[in-house]
């Protein structure tokens, strides 16, 4: 009885939102006034323009999102992450892993360099970054930096940290936050785009590694009452 | 017809199929595998917006809100999944309290 309902419900509020984007008004939306501006932006390429100019408050709040997440991750978990414990060390996954790893490596240099003129960026570029650091973890590697703790805090803080620096520098200055000078524009974006890449790898990294070390195991059974 | 609005259709569907799954299924993996295509279903209605346009390139502004969405959606899945380890550890159950007498939670 109650999938019925719950299904007819769905369609019928599938059916309103269906003409709701089939009504939507047309147009250029924000195409030409991103374009006009192009020139102030620092960057040739209009997505990062929007992310890392115009819209630049979006993606320092998601950066801190991210950071927010793990710290969420840390906090749930019951011990550290022991990656000799959990390896699934297959002789395949290990060749695979010496051999990608490296390429991986450059391929984040290389999105991240090019996200100024043609797709690709920060985020892409840690996307590629934290798979790295999955694959090294699963073959029993220890992330860069995890023999010194400050050293990791370090790598996952930079992106946000750089970010919010240059953001209240900006302020200092006499400028709004985030509100680049046009000469300066291009410099400062790769900065806080390096920084972007080098955190979102070792965050999303450390995202996977946190998440795999909360220990479900034979304690399950130990604390179940009912 | 134009092909954008196959894509926002499409979108359309993602986004309620994945509300059903949220609503539905008191399974909390099943949940956030659920939230995860609403948020697919989002984020392909943005795509297809800026698609929309007549000529030129597409709208910068929906794809950069939809390279944020994604990430802020990695996130929180990743949360999601350590908060009901946690519970599945403390409880041995993957419900939340109140859900797991419902039949429908498979």
């Given at each position: 009885?109650?999938?019925?309902?719950?299904?007819?419900?769905?369609?019928?509020?599938?059916?309103?939102?269906?003409?709701?984007?089939?009504?939507?008004?047309?147009?250029?939306?924000?195409?030409?006034?991103?374009?006009?501006?192009?020139?102030?932006?620092?960057?040739?390429?209009?997505?990062?323009?929007?992310?890392?100019?115009?819209?630049?408050?979006?993606?320092?709040?998601?950066?801190?999102?991210?950071?927010?997440?793990?710290?969420?991750?840390?906090?749930?978990?019951?011990?550290?992450?022991?990656?000799?414990?959990?390896?699934?060390?297959?002789?395949?996954?290990?060749?695979?892993?010496?051999?990608?790893?490296?390429?991986?490596?450059?391929?984040?240099?290389?999105?991240?360099?090019?996200?100024?003129?043609?797709?690709?960026?920060?985020?892409?570029?840690?996307?590629?970054?934290?798979?790295?650091?999955?694959?090294?973890?699963?073959?029993?590697?220890?992330?860069?930096?995890?023999?010194?703790?400050?050293?990791?805090?370090?790598?996952?803080?930079?992106?946000?940290?750089?970010?919010?620096?240059?953001?209240?520098?900006?302020?200092?200055?006499?400028?709004?936050?985030?509100?680049?000078?046009?000469?300066?524009?291009?410099?400062?974006?790769?900065?806080?785009?390096?920084?972007?890449?080098?955190?979102?790898?070792?965050?999303?990294?450390?995202?996977?590694?946190?998440?795999?070390?909360?220990?479900?195991?034979?304690?399950?059974?130990?604390?179940?009452?009912? | 017809?134009?092909?954008?609005?196959?894509?926002?259709?499409?979108?359309?569907?993602?986004?309620?199929?994945?509300?059903?799954?949220?609503?539905?299924?008191?399974h909390l993996l099943r949940k956030i595998v659920a939230l995860n295509i609403?948020?697919?279903?989002?984020?392909?209605?943005?795509?297809?917006?800026?698609?929309?346009?007549?000529?030129?390139?597409?709208?910068?502004?929906?794809?950069?809100?939809?390279?944020?969405?994604?990430?802020?959606?990695?996130?929180?899945?990743?949360?999601?999944?350590?908060?009901?380890?946690?519970?599945?550890?403390?409880?041995?159950?993957?419900?939340?309290?109140?859900?797991?007498?419902?039949?429908?939670?498979?």
């Amino acid at each position: 009885m109650m999938r019925w309902v719950i299904g007819s419900v769905m369609i019928a509020f599938g059916g309103i939102l269906v003409w709701g984007v089939m009504s939507l008004p047309g147009g250029d939306g924000l195409t030409v006034k991103v374009e006009e501006r192009m020139e102030m932006s620092g960057v040739t390429h209009p997505v990062t323009a929007v992310l890392l100019n115009f819209r630049g408050y979006d993606t320092l709040l998601e950066i801190g999102v991210l950071l927010l997440a793990l710290f969420g991750v840390y906090s749930l978990r019951r011990s550290r992450p022991d990656p000799t414990g959990v390896s699934v060390s297959h002789p395949f996954l290990l060749a695979l892993t010496r051999l990608l790893v490296p390429v991986m490596i450059l391929m984040g240099g290389y999105l991240f360099w090019s996200g100024a003129y043609a797709p690709g960026g920060a985020f892409q570029a840690g996307a590629v970054l934290g798979a790295a650091g999955v694959l090294l973890y699963l073959n029993g590697f220890d992330l860069p930096g995890r023999k010194k703790e400050w050293l990791l805090r370090l790598y996952l803080a930079i992106g946000f940290v750089f970010f919010l620096g240059i953001g209240g520098g900006l302020v200092a200055a006499g400028n709004r936050l985030l509100e680049y000078p046009p000469d300066l524009a291009g410099s400062l974006i790769i900065i806080i785009e390096a920084g972007l890449t080098l955190s979102i790898g070792f965050i999303l990294a450390e995202l996977y590694i946190s998440n795999s070390s909360l220990e479900i195991g034979p304690d399950v059974f130990v604390t179940e009452k009912g | 017809m134009n092909v954008m609005y196959l894509y926002a259709v499409v979108a359309v569907l993602l986004f309620v199929i994945g509300l059903h799954g949220v609503i539905a299924y008191s399974h909390l993996l099943r949940k956030i595998v659920a939230l995860n295509i609403m948020g697919s279903g989002t984020f392909l209605l943005l795509v297809s917006i800026a698609y929309g346009r007549p000529e030129g390139g597409p709208d910068p502004v929906p794809h950069a809100m939809v390279l944020t969405g994604i990430v802020v959606a990695v996130s929180a899945t990743a949360f999601g999944l350590a908060l009901v380890r946690r519970l599945y550890s403390e409880t041995g159950k993957p419900y939340l309290p109140n859900g797991d007498t419902e039949k429908s939670g498979r």
